[in-house]
Nanobody
């Protein structure tokens, strides 16, 4: 499985922007995604991108504000986050999966996870 390393988290005021990056150690995945987990809450899917398809998915709460993009040459996935809200504060994780079929939000379909990067949005 690939190794994933996230970067780009930090603290920002509400309405601001951040860009997260996740570098994969190789190309052995078919889907790569961003999840987030706030204290006391379950891990939830934010966005996903299939490596060799044009299918991209977003959670309804981030549609129109977040953009996922994949640089296949660099095996790096980005999450551009604009118009950040207090509720976006969480640890953000990158995940990669090697199989098709399961819903993109299903955490069990992802074999590789990064260590996470913290995003804190303040008023």
């Amino acid at each position: 499985h690939v190794q994933l390393v996230e970067s780009g988290g930090g603290s920002v005021q509400a309405g601001g922007s951040l860009r997260l990056s996740c570098a994969a150690s190789g190309s052995n995945y078919v889907i790569i995604a961003w999840f987030r987990q706030a204290p006391g809450k379950e891990r939830e899917g934010v966005a996903a991108h299939y490596r060799d398809l044009n299918d991209i998915y977003y959670d309804d709460f981030v549609k129109g504000r977040f953009t996922i993009s994949l640089d296949k040459a660099k095996n790096t996935v980005y999450l551009q986050m604009n118009s950040l809200k207090l509720e976006d504060s969480a640890m953000y994780y990158c995940a990669a999966g090697v199989s098709y079929g399961s819903p993109w939000r299903d955490v069990k379909r992802y074999e590789s996870w990064g260590q996470g990067t913290q995003v804190t949005v303040s008023s």
